[in-house]
């Protein structure tokens, strides 16, 4: 959990910084593309090994069952590298871009190179909510939450968070978004009491 109040904020200030991922923009189109683009090569994969086979059966006027387990060898060897490669390719898809956060006493900042997010600056003093919504794949298992940072002065700011692997506990208090709750009720517990 991102818990960030600590007694040392008090003689230090408080400062933290890591990072998350958020899934592409473009995650849907990239999976039914790659389904694609697997099943093509499937089919290319197999005509071309079926003509080959049958090319040297003819031209070599032998038993054909001579070369059949060598053909059934190189599909079965075809099938295993291009499924290795759509795997690779769906776990790419899945894994999102990395962001880099920093948090102090006053602001939230985020940014990312590989997704071309520019730095972007919260103020606690500017947020009026942060809300969650659970992202499910396909329809089923829990992977992040769509998260959306309600702001004065920037409108609505939401981010597609996926859930880092080593957390058990996937709530939004162990997001990295929690510190911009927590700062924001520090901040308004602060003014409560400078107001009395």
Known sequence: MYETRSPVDDRFGFSTQGTFRCSLATERISFVITAVIGVLLLYGGYNLIYSV?????????TDPTQYAG????????????????????FKMILSGKLYRYSANETVFSF???????????????????????????????????????????????????????????????????HIIE?????????????AL
């Open 53 to 61: 086979y049958k090319e040297h059966t003819l031209y070599a006027q």
């Open 111 to 177: 940014s990312s190179k590989s997704d071309n997010v520019h730095k972007t600056d919260i103020f606690y003093s500017d947020v009026i909510a942060v809300k969650y919504e659970e992202r499910k794949i396909f329809g089923k298992m829990i992977r992040g939450y769509t998260v959306t940072i309600v702001t004065r002065s920037l409108g609505n700011i939401t981010l597609e968070y996926l859930f880092n692997k080593s957390i058990a506990n996937r709530l939004p208090g162990n997001t990295p978004f």
């Open 70 to 89: 060598l053909a059934a060898l190189s599909f079965i060897g075809f099938i295993i590298v291009l499924f290795t490669g759509e795997a690779i390719a």
């Open 182 to 194: 927590e700062r924001v009720e520090i901040l308004r517990q602060k003014t409560e009491k400078e």
